[in-house]
């Protein structure tokens, strides 16, 4: 708890209200401008990008090989099979979607909330939703054994005269997956347009020049341009929020549609929402720590962001908290024996352990997060950040697993152990998702520019009564 | 910041206006009016009360709502921030205020319902298994009242709810002590932040314990009526309809005291279509919830789950139902679209009012077909015009305890960085 | 400084604009006619067979019926390509030195199979089967065409999964008396060819079209004729088994009372059909419970 | 069609937002209705100095979102009832409330894509190439600190020498006359 | 920039190639062709290639133990024998009618008269069932020629069941009554007309009634030299039998192989 005599005399703190500042002071349109264009325009890549960029890739070439040697041997290779038909792919799926969408959610609701502090960071969260989001729809694509005849899931005049049965939870997905994806493309694309002029008109090679101008699609900057982006972002903003909630809450609907004990359940959908904002949210901190420092960004994502974020980790924390413990209680208040032993089995039965470590990371060492100075720590938070995501696997690992092993008739349980090409899938697309954000903030400005330009105090129109500097007439 | 050179001044007195008491004691004439009606139609329904006892209830868990929904809305206002919720502080801390008359709305339930068992029949059925043999329950509700008697009876029932209470009127009492006392503190250095924690933390964890505990007052109270059935999200689709009834309520109030001063100075029309945004996304979370349990227990069709559905969908109560998500969720969401309209102070009420009439017609559509008599069989009686007569004169009597308690202390919390933004002058964009 | 783009650049970028919609579009139309074309569905093509059969001679020439040479087709899934052996029944003893049965000669000889090219191929995943179809009323012009017309047998339709869909959908439009199967140039019923058909209760009480009985004549004096004749005329062949005789074939088993319906179209008659074979309809056959009873 | 020559109008830059608004409303207000304002980041006070308030961008979302909503409640419906009807457990054909959700993915779709493409097309853009790149200042600073006006020469009141008085009136840091 | 170019040149190489890898595997089509066996289609499973497997020796399989001698020769002690070993029923007689229409007729024509359209072309003649010597013949000599071939007649065992074969017998005896049916077997009271007044009065033309002409668009191109080729099945008894789809017999011959695709 603060004590009233808070030191006031730190440069980032603002003084009224006593909080860090969401942009460092001192900052010009110019500097903020450039010292964001400046990381891409540089011909200096410097080496620790390379470094990590070369292990990323390692990691992408090993999602290619299990995912060739999947296609070639079929999905025989990873542990699923009855009763868990699922099994990483789609623990992969929901972890993968679930931290995709921090990014639209940071974009958008804040951007509807005025938050401004969304500013500085709702660039790289976009793009780490987008790079999710691939990851994400990876999973139940190379999931059905012959991923090329994907289409098939999308209404087509088909010479099978087959069409989607509109009642499965899984044909929602695939709207919800694809719709996501779309809007969250557009929703980035529109927002860069801008910082893409910027880029174009400060490139000095003439390839920067054309690539960002054919990008740009000629953006000038004009106010009337302005006031329909404006409205298009605000709209987009508008319709990117409920399309986050739906999107988990249509893959909540994958388990909680059906009828299997642990799974039927309706918190489900609130409670992934909330988790995955909160792994979303985990997943930008990861990301946002070690940029901030690399790239020497303190002063535009500033601790008030880091304090901010988790601040929001902890509530999403909390909601899925309470989600668990409904869980609990209504698993005994059911009167439903099945109930009551799939919470006993998931608890104490033969993988109760995930169980304990879902609730370790999710919900017991979280709450360090009600400490101030624990939120302000970036390293603390950096390693919480990565606890959370653990335990937001561990999460889905144990919806699927315990749910699907024991199932109402005890002939039909069974146990599930990965194999090495789930593994391998899984740290693949770990690799694909880092892959992809090297090359985007090498290659694109990670902070929107007339974003920050806009939080400026200078952005202000100064009231009529204030004098010209020069001479009037 | 350059905003001192056209910024309001604030008023130099704080409290309410004066045609406040005039509502209060419009709002204790309506109630006893009805209360009047209610007790002529005790007397000629002829059902020994039985409605009037729902009514009751009805009545009770609405001005719960009103009452605890507000010291909720005002514990999160502290945690989110924003200038919304600086200005509806003031109303809102009014509201809790108002928990003894609620706890004494409760008595009845209480002794009625429960202790006496006219309500809950596991309490009137505790004895479980002579009931099953004389056929008047059914083997799933022994089963149930069987096996949740731990928890469903009349003792832990009482204790439940006074452990509540008591929470709660100590969470009331900090609040609001707080709250003058932060504005007593006004102008020491640091002294902003430290408020911030100070009700930053309190109402962190109070958010916390009020969603569970409110979870189980709901169960004893609206849930276990029907002790047969479950859903996970109840507790939740309780608190997210609590927000729903007293948003509403406090914009209400905001407009119809910015007639005078000091809300006139202090509530802008940015503010007022903040506010519409946010009931618009109450109206959409509220419509998510229910539709998001309604898709997963149509989809099941499962024999345990299903059958609370359709006692509130069959025998005419598609009716209700149908309207139910009218107002709820059409009519306010089509009104919200407008941007224009949630400048407009009398068209944003006529949405006020609906969203807040929604939410008494949702808890009659929860309650009432969990009896036997109602269940798939929606017939007008005697009896049923109780829920307009009870809850009636339960709501009035609250509005007017609320009022009062609204004159008892200056509207505008001064002591709040917010102050200085509410004062700029407007500049209002889409 | 000169602008990174020069002016035409705008049109360009407006063009490649439409010009992307315009290649979406055109791209979704010739993909859905290219699915359904006979590149794709070799409809209509003539595989190149070791000998140059020609089922228009078999058929239409020589009246050699159907399953002369494809006997299994009213009992297995494979209506059956006739062994060399069929072949040779005739051909041991005419058109002997005829150059195009070389091949058949020559598998007569060796003891080894004519390779013949598959025309009516469907993937390995559908579970086609010829009995219940031909038992059921389809015929086999329904699927194979005039078979009887083609020099050189091609396959005249997609076989898609739409093709058969759409007959399972509306079964009733393709559906013909079991009489009819076989005859390849049965067109169905009209006011100028009506077809009179009745059901018999069957013992089982569930209808199958072996107790459908139809008939191009007029059903009247017909059942009269078979009941009269029957009894006496084979008395005699019997000896054996002469009192169990009396008992199976006794009139009393016999459909005694057909009630004959006229149909003079082919909705009529499928529908009268498709209740008595007992054909599934669409909403039986999609429910789980087809298979999970 | 002839490509236009000449002058594209004249381009004051300016350093702050408060002059470029003062100026715009001026210009405005004297009555210059082709003229159009450049800022690098929105600035809603301009657009309304140069009489520009309403859009229509949010009534043609609406109007996107509304097509989504039917084109795929309509299609659930057609395929549902009419061209793959499937017994599923025996729920009816018509089951709105899962179709709500493809539906409501959709609208969401459509209204987005509607809201993206329905500015860019208002703005004409893609548009490479404009007339005010030729100033060597506008693209030095027009998307980085500078705010720039441009009175536009189509406008029946422009006069090169009158508006070029009429602009260093509002202390502009320079005034570039721009060719097509 | 120059490095950039060099990682961005890599990264796309590396994603076409992966494009590539998947498009390679995406050419797998099991469910097309699947790993199972089809009869006629051949199989690498089995030495002789066949996919449909031939009974094995010495043993019997359910419902062929044939142990009623009579039912399956048609031979009662060694003798031919004018007796079915089962009742006549309508409805077998409408088989046997059936039957004979499918396999019969091509050399023995509709009435039996052995005209049929192969005869025609120049087969060895068929038999007459309506001369002397065949309505002499005992019912089961019908069944026995079926069953094992006659001079120039293949046997039909493979074609027609032994019910089958008992039905066709009976049918050629009941055809054998009808060509040879006097006007006392009419019964009393029933109209019988000549055929050529039948056409004469349904307007059909006079031919109706004469013996079936040619079809007209039936080729023929050389005339039959009566040529016998090595190896059919009248001239050698213990010729190779090409079966399919029957029920008790033995195939020895590889059954047609038809490749999936080509």
């Known amino acids: ?473 | 910041m350059a905003h001192g050179n056209n910024a309001k001044s604030l008023p130099a007195d704080l409290s309410a206006p004066a045609f406040v008491d005039i509502w209060r004691t419009r709002a204790l004439i309506a109630g006893v009016a009805f209360l009047v009606v209610a007790v002529i139609l005790g007397f000629l329904s002829g059902d020994h009360w039985n409605h009037f006892l729902r009514g009751w209830l009805h009545g009770f868990v609405t001005c719960f709502g009103f009452c605890f929904g507000g010291m909720l809305l005002l514990m999160t206002q502290y945690l989110s921030g924003g200038k919304w919720g600086y200005i509806i502080q003031r109303p809102l801390e009014a509201m809790t205020r108002t928990w003894p008359l609620v706890f004494l709305m409760f008595l009845p339930v209480g002794i009625f319902g429960a202790s006496m068992g006219r309500l809950y029949i596991w309490a009137k059925y505790a004895d479980w298994s002579t009931a099953l043999k004389n056929h008047l329950i059914t083997n799933e509700q022994a089963h149930a009242i069987r096996w949740k008697a731990l928890m469903l009876n009349t003792k832990a029932f009482w204790i439940a709810t006074i452990v509540c209470f008591t929470i709660f009127a100590l969470y009331i009492h900090l609040l609001n002590k707080w709250s003058l006392q932060r504005d007593a503190d006004a102008g020491r250095e640091g002294n902003v932040t430290y408020w911030r924690v100070k009700f930053e933390n309190l109402s962190g964890f109070g958010v916390l314990l009020y969603s569970g505990l409110l979870f189980l007052l709901v169960i004893y109270w609206v849930m276990s009526l029907d002790p047969t059935w479950y859903s996970t999200v109840y507790g939740f689709q309780f608190l997210v309809g609590q927000a729903y009834q007293v948003l509403p309520l406090a914009i209400l109030t905001l407009m119809a005291l910015s007639k005078a001063e000091p809300i006139k100075s202090t509530f802008r029309l940015i503010e007022q279509h903040d506010m519409g945004k946010l009931c618009f996304a109450f109206v959409m979370l509220n419509m998510y919830l229910a539709f998001g349990a309604f898709l997963i227990i149509w989809s099941g069709n499962s024999p345990e789950e299903i059958p609370w559905y359709l006692d509130r969908i069959r025998g005419g109560w598609g009716v209700v139902a149908t309207l139910d998500v009218i107002f709820h969720w059409l009519l306010p969401f089509t009104l919200l679209l407008s941007s224009d309209l949630k400048r407009i102070q009398s068209r944003l009420a006529v949405v006020c009012y609906i969203m807040i009439f929604a939410r008494i017609w949702d808890v009659f559509w929860l309650i009432e077909p969990n009896f036997r008599d109602a269940a798939r069989n929606l017939h007008l009686s005697v009896g049923i015009l109780e829920y307009i007569a009870v809850p009636g004169a339960l709501i009035a009597f609250w509005m007017a305890a609320y009022f009062a308690e609204l004159r008892k202390r200056p509207v505008i919390a001064t002591n709040d960085p917010h102050l200085a933004e509410i004062l700029e002058q407007e500049y209002v964009h889409a | 400084m000169a602008q990174i783009f020069d002016r035409s650049s705008n049109a360009l970028a407006r063009m490649s604009l439409v010009l992307t919609g315009l290649i979406v579009i055109a791209l979704g139309f010739s993909l859905d006619e290219l699915q359904r074309s006979p590149w794709v569905t070799r409809q209509g093509q003539r595989a190149e067979q070791p000998v140059e059969f020609s089922h228009k001679h078999h058929v239409e020439g020589l009246g050699i019926q159907c399953q002369y040479c494809h006997t299994s087709v009213e009992k297995s899934s494979y209506a059956g390509i006739p062994p060399t052996r069929t072949c040779m029944n005739c051909h041991a003893q005419i058109w002997t030195d005829a150059q195009m049965l070389e091949p058949v000669r020559h598998s007569w000889a060796t003891n080894q199979s004519i390779v013949w090219t598959r025309v009516h191929d469907l993937p390995d995943f559908v579970f086609f089967n010829h009995e219940i179809h031909v038992n059921k009323g389809i015929g086999c012009a329904s699927c194979h065409g005039r078979v009887d017309e083609m020099p050189i047998l091609y396959q005249q339709n997609t076989l898609q999964m739409e093709w058969c869909l759409n007959c399972h959908r509306n079964p009733a439009k393709n559906l013909r008396p079991t009489s009819e199967i076989y005859n390849m140039a049965w067109t169905g019923p009209t006011d100028l060819k009506p077809v009179w058909c009745a059901a018999v209760d069957g013992k089982t009480g569930t209808p199958t079209s072996q107790d459908v009985t139809c008939t191009s004549a007029p059903p009247g004096q017909q059942a009269a004729a078979e009941e009269a004749s029957l009894n006496p005329a084979f008395a005699g062949l019997h000896a054996q088994a002469a009192a169990a005789t009396s008992t199976d074939a006794s009139p009393a088993q016999l459909p005694a009372s057909l009630s004959y319906t006229k149909f003079t179209s082919q909705e009529a008659l499928g529908l009268f059909l498709v209740k008595h074979y007992n054909i599934r309809t669409p909403r039986e056959l999609t429910s789980c419970e087809v298979c999970h009873r | 069609m002839p490509l236009p020559e000449g002058t594209y109008g004249l381009l004051a830059e300016f350093d702050t937002p408060t002059h470029l608004v003062q100026a715009a409303s001026a210009a405005y207000s004297s009555g210059y209705r082709r003229l159009d304002c450049y800022s690098p980041y929105p600035l809603e006070a301009a657009a309304a100095a140069i009489g520009f308030h309403r859009d229509e961008v949010s009534l043609v979302t609406l109007i996107g979102g509304l097509l989504g909503l039917a084109a795929m409640f309509g299609l659930e419906t057609w395929i549902s009832l009419w061209a793959y009807p499937l017994n599923i457990a025996g729920r009816p054909y018509f089951s709105w409330p899962a179709f709500v959700i493809p539906a409501y993915e959709w609208t969401i779709l459509y209204a987005g894509l509607s809201a993206a493409f329905c500015m860019l097309a208002l703005n004409g853009l893609p548009k490479l190439y404009h007339p005010v790149f030729n100033a060597p200042n506008f693209r030095n600073g027009a998307t980085t600190d500078k705010f720039f006006l441009c009175l536009e020469a189509t406008d029946p009141k422009f006069d090169v020498v009158e508006t070029r008085s009429f602009l260093e009136a509002h202390a502009p840091v320079s005034i570039v006359e721009v060719e097509y | 920039m120059k490095h950039m170019h060099g990682a961005s040149a890599r990264a796309l190489s590396l994603g076409l190639l992966a494009l590539g890898l998947v498009l390679v595997a995406g050419c797998r089509e099991d469910m097309q062709d699947q790993p199972r066996m089809f009869p006629q289609r051949g199989t690498t499973l089995f030495a002789d290639g066949r996919s449909v497997r031939p009974q094995v020796d010495h043993t019997v399989a359910r419902g062929q133990l044939d142990e009623d001698q009579f039912f399956y020769t048609g031979l009662l002690n060694g003798k031919e024998t004018d007796m079915m070993p089962f009742p006549v029923t309508m409805k077998l007689l409408e088989r046997g009618q059936e039957r004979f229409n499918i396999y019969c007729t091509p050399c023995h024509s509709r009435v039996g008269n052995g005209d049929g359209m192969i005869v025609q072309r120049g087969y060895k003649p068929a038999a007459n069932f309506h001369d002397a010597e065949r309505l002499r013949e005992p019912l089961s000599h019908f069944f026995y020629v079926m069953t094992n071939g006659y001079r120039a007649m293949p046997n039909y065992r493979a074609q027609l069941t032994p019910v089958d074969r008992w039905a066709v017998a009976a049918y050629i005896r009941a055809l054998q009554l009808s060509q040879d049916a006097r006007t006392a077997n009419v019964p009393a009271g029933t109209q019988v007309e000549d055929l050529s007044t039948v056409a004469e009065k349904l307007g059909y033309p006079a031919s109706f009634a004469g013996p079936w002409p040619e079809p007209a668009n039936t080729a023929v191109h050389t005339h039959p030299n009566g040529k016998i080729v090595a190896g059919a099945p009248a001239e050698d008894a213990n010729a190779p039998e090409g079966v399919i789809g029957g029920s008790g017999s033995t195939p020895s011959q590889p059954v047609t192989k038809a490749p999936a695709r080509q």
Request: aromatic share 18%.
């Open chain 1, 1 to 473: 708890m603060a004590t009233k005599d808070a030191p006031v005399n730190d440069p980032m703190l603002d003084p009224r209200t006593g909080e860090f500042l969401v942009i460092g002071p001192g900052h010009t349109f110019k500097s903020v401008t450039e010292k964001v264009s400046r990381i891409v325009l540089t011909s200096h890549t410097p080496l620790g990008w390379f470094f990590g960029f070369l292990i990323a890739s390692g990691f992408t070439g090993m999602l290619l090989v299990a995912v060739t040697w999947l296609f070639l041997k079929g999905v025989g290779i990873w542990a699923i099979t009855i009763p868990v038909a699922w099994g990483f792919a789609i623990i992969n799926f929901v972890w993968w979607i679930g931290i995709g969408h921090a990014g639209t959610l940071i974009s958008a609701i804040l951007l509807l909330f005025k938050q401004g502090w969304r500013n500085s960071i709702n660039r790289f969260a976009e793009a780490m939703t987008i790079f999710a989001v691939i990851c994400a729809g990876m999973f139940p694509l190379i999931h059905v054994g012959r991923p090329w005849l994907g289409y098939w899931l999308f209404p087509y005049p088909s010479t099978m005269n087959y069409w989607p049965q509109f009642r499965s939870p899984l044909l929602w997905d695939v709207f919800a997956v694809s719709t996501y994806a779309t809007i969250s493309v557009v929703f980035w694309y529109i927002g860069l347009i801008p910082d893409l002029g910027t880029m174009r008109d400060r490139a000095q090679s003439k390839f920067g020049q054309f690539t960002f101008g054919m990008l740009a699609l000629g953006w000038r900057g004009s106010v009337r341009h302005w006031v329909r982006y404006e409205t298009a972002s605000i709209l987009l903003a508008g319709l990117a929020t409920p399309l986050v909630l739906s999107v988990h809450t249509v893959i909540s609907f994958d388990f909680a549609v059906a009828l299997l004990p642990g799974w039927h359940t309706t918190i489900f959908p609130p409670y992934f929402v909330a988790g995955a904002i909160y792994s979303g949210f985990a997943m930008v901190i990861t990301l946002a720590i070690p940029i901030r420092k690399f790239y020497h960004l303190e002063d535009l994502i500033t601790l008030r962001h880091i304090d901010n974020m988790g601040k929001v980790m902890l509530t999403t924390g909390l909601i899925v908290a309470y989600g668990y413990s409904t869980e609990v209680f209504m698993a005994w208040y059911s009167a439903s024996r099945w109930e009551w032993f799939m919470m006993w089995n998931r608890m104490f039965g033969a993988i109760g352990w995930s169980y304990w470590v879902l609730i370790t990371c999710n919900i017991a060492l979280p709450q360090l997060m009600w400490i101030r100075k624990f939120r302000l720590h970036a390293g603390l938070m950096f390693l919480m950040s990565l606890i959370v995501n653990t335990g937001m696997w561990f999460e889905r690992f144990v919806i699927v697993v315990t749910s699907l092993t024991r199932d109402y008739l005890p002939s039909s349980w069974g146990t599930y152990r990965a194999t090495r090409w789930d593994y391998m899938t899984f740290a693949g697309t770990l690799g694909l998702f880092t892959f992809l954000f090297f090359l985007f903030v090498r290659f694109l400005p990670m902070i929107p520019m007339s974003e920050l330009r806009l939080m400026l105090p200078q952005a202000k129109v100064r009231a009529e009564a204030e004098p010209l500097p020069e001479a009037g007439d």
